[in-house]
């Protein structure tokens, strides 16, 4: 074999992995052109989604006979970052269709069929879980949270009103920064949407079969240790928020377990219908 011919074999074999980086470049293009978009269209209207992710603690704070619900700027440039946060958000969740997709577009090509049928499931129950953990913690979390946390403001008195005769008694009230709430709302959202992507990520490492039933069931209480430590750090000091958080997980991680003993169930049934698996093969394991 000539040098030219060791050339042509190198050059033929680099092309694959050229066409597939060229792929990956437009498809990383576009995702980001969508996030781009997304971000402009939000940050136009990002007064509108500010007032949206305000709710929790207007209702919290009127539900005590507080009117108003304002939220101060501690720092003069703190305004526009609020409108940029949101834009990022906002940015985000508008294309994640959009980006999604172009992930889908990416790796079809390389699956089979069947691999096709089992990840694309995987693909759309990823977003819905995530929003339905956003929808949890902002409907149900974040109320319970604000009103524990407005639990610690109190009246003040004047001079000479007070317990202490001539000494007054110092108010506490609520006066917000609002890149803080933001952060504090975005946080919240994000933690409980990731902790639902649980099912998810584990029933389709289950359908790989990197994990079993049998072995997360075994190490159940390893899991309660590491929910009760991921419930105090993603959360505030807030014990009514760590446990809601500590339940919720619990929970997904407890249908996780049926959802892989139901893959696996499947994977069973199916290699016994096409003869790879004999219940007296079974039986005799047993």
């Known amino acids: 074999m000539s040098a030219s011919d060791d050339f042509d074999e190198i050059d033929d074999s680099s092309a694959p992995l050229i066409e597939h980086l060229a792929e990956l470049r437009t498809r990383l293009i576009h995702s980001v052109i969508a996030f781009i978009i997304g971000m402009v269209i939000c940050f136009t209207v990002w007064n509108p989604i500010f007032n949206f992710l305000t709710e929790p603690l207007c209702s919290a704070m009127a539900e005590r006979g507080q009117e108003d619900c304002g939220l101060i700027l501690i720092k003069l440039q703190e305004g526009f970052f609020v409108a940029i946060s949101i834009s990022l958000l906002g940015g985000l969740v508008l294309g994640f269709p959009f980006i999604s997709y172009q992930l889908w577009r990416f790796v079809a090509p390389g699956l089979y069929k069947n691999e096709k049928g089992a990840f694309l499931p995987f693909l759309i129950s990823s977003p819905v879980m995530f929003f339905l953990g956003a929808a ?31 000494n007054g008694i110092a108010a506490i009230a609520f006066q917000g920064s609002a890149q803080e709430y933001l952060s504090l709302t975005i946080k919240f959202i994000v933690a409980f949407g990731l902790c639902f992507q649980l099912p998810v990520l584990l029933t389709l490492m289950g359908k790989a079969g990197l994990v079993s039933s049998e072995g997360l069931g075994n190490v159940r209480k390893y899991a309660v240790v590491a929910i009760l430590v991921l419930a105090a750090l993603v959360t505030p000091p807030d014990v009514i928020t760590q446990v809601i958080l500590f339940v919720v997980v619990y929970g997904l991680y407890e249908i996780s377990i049926f959802l892989v003993r139901r893959v696996e169930t499947k994977r069973d049934e199916k290699l016994r219908a096409e003869g790879y698996f004999d219940d007296e093969d079974e039986e005799d394991l047993l």
Not at 143 to 163: C, H, R, Y
């Open 136 to 166: 949890f913690a902002f409907y149900v979390v974040t109320p319970l949270a604000f009103d524990f946390f407005l639990g610690f403001q109190q009246a003040g008195t004047l001079v000479g009103e007070g317990p202490e005769g001539e």
